[in-house]
């Protein structure tokens, strides 16, 4: 079955109990006196994270029981107004003094269910929509795992102070990422309104304009073999051409051999991919910041990037795959700084299986990004 690229959705879900103010007014006639009270609350909810700094939360609210008593008798009660709140609302955080906390501001709609609990108050059921607002911190315990403390103002006789647990799950949606991928008709992984060369055929290495890459139409025909085992006996035995000598040459070998000696710090099985898509993970983006560190302390040293995949999934989509994944990565190496003519990337797909062991012949589809200094 083919790779099909997905959108991760990001839900949250959890619930929590708190506790909430309760005055609900009453008409002066009415022989009824309120007896403004704390009550015990509890909510659950479950929300998206729209941005870093943003999402939107569904809840459901139980505040409890607001108790009256009769004018003659103050202080002897004699039965309750209940409240139950079904709300959505906006948060946006506005400070995140730390990575794992995040203090935000919330607004939205309110629709407040009330039941009277006795027979002796006259109150009918009724719903009433008002508009909400109020004040959070976060504290993300683990990647999914995270404690919210929030003061919720639902109307002016209302209001519920809470601490939740909250756990965080991803929904991979392929319907919604073909909705919203950006058009890109020649299929290189550049966005037609970024592609300056909108036509250019499959599977062609690209630079970062999304046009046919010259530098590393160049340098090919001059560049040695990545990895002497996926060549044959044949390729082997060919002489690479000598390049032709500049006065620079000792500086820029100088300081090839030293790039080499960090890249050789540095696991690029780290550079890695979410599953059946182009997105790098986090983990890859700091493995690429340190390249991009190298790269900017040795100006003279160039890259060429090849990324492979494995067998799974149609082969032909594999390689148009491990394409975009390379051009992914020159992007971004690009975007800390490296000069685009630095840069050669090329895609293989599961075209060049990597030796199970020396003693044997025996090739296996591996994925993996390859890098070499030159």
């Keep these: 079955m083919a790779n099909a690229e997905t959108i991760d959705l990001n839900f949250y879900a959890g619930g929590g109990f708190g506790i909430s103010s309760l005055s609900p007014e009453v008409p002066a006639e009415s022989f009824l006196i309120t007896e ?17 700094n943003a999402s939107i939360d569904f809840t459901y609210a139980n505040l409890g029981d607001a108790t009256f008593s009769h004018r003659l008798q103050p202080g002897q009660e004699i039965g309750g107004l209940s409240y139950g709140v079904l709300s959505a ?50 504290w993300a315990i683990t990647k999914n795992i995270s404690v919210r403390a929030d003061y919720d103002q639902y109307a002016a006789d ?19 990422a073909k909705l919203f991928k950006a058009s890109d008709r020649d299929e290189d992984g550049v966005p037609d309104d970024q592609d300056l060369c909108p036509d250019t055929p499959r599977l062609s290495v690209l630079n970062i304009s999304g046009c046919p890459d010259q530098e590393r139409e160049i340098t090919a025909s001059v560049e040695a073999p990545i990895e002497s085992e996926e060549q044959s006996p044949l390729a082997e035995k060919k002489e690479t051409p000598k390049a032709i ?14 790039a080499k000696n960090e890249m050789t710090g540095i696991d690029l099985s780290n550079i890695d991919f979410k599953k059946s898509s ?25 890259v060429q990037i090849q990324v492979h995949t494995g067998s799974a999934g149609d082969a032909s989509e594999n390689l148009q795959l491990s ?13 800390m700084g490296v000069k685009q003519i630095r840069i050669a990337a090329e895609g293989f797909g599961e075209t060049r299986p990597v030796v199970k062991n020396k003693s044997t012949t025996v090739r296996q589809p591996k994925r993996r990004v390859e890098m070499r200094m030159r």
């Design 158 to 176: 209302a209001n519920l102070l809470s601490l939740s647990l909250l756990s965080k799950f991803v929904v991979k949606s392929k319907r919604l």
């Design 245 to 258: 000598p500049v006065k620079s040459a000792p500086r820029v070998n100088k300081g090839l051999r030293a």
């Design 89 to 138: 609302s906006g948060s946006y955080y506005f400070y995140k003094p730390m990575d794992k906390l995040g203090l935000y501001a919330k607004g939205g709609i309110a629709t407040i269910s009330n039941k009277s609990t006795s027979s002796l108050i006259p109150y009918e059921q009724e719903s009433n929509m008002q508009i909400s607002y109020g004040l959070g911190a976060e």
């Design 36 to 52: 403004e009270k704390t009550a015990s609350a509890y909510k659950l909810l479950l929300g998206y994270r729209v941005l870093d």
């Design 323 to 335: 394409i975009k994944r390379a051009n992914v990565i020159k992007t971004y190496l690009v975007g």
């Design 278 to 302: 182009v997105e790098l993970t986090e983990v890859a983006m700091i493995v690429l910041d340190l390249i991009a560190d190298i790269m900017d302390e040795y100006d003279g040293v160039k």
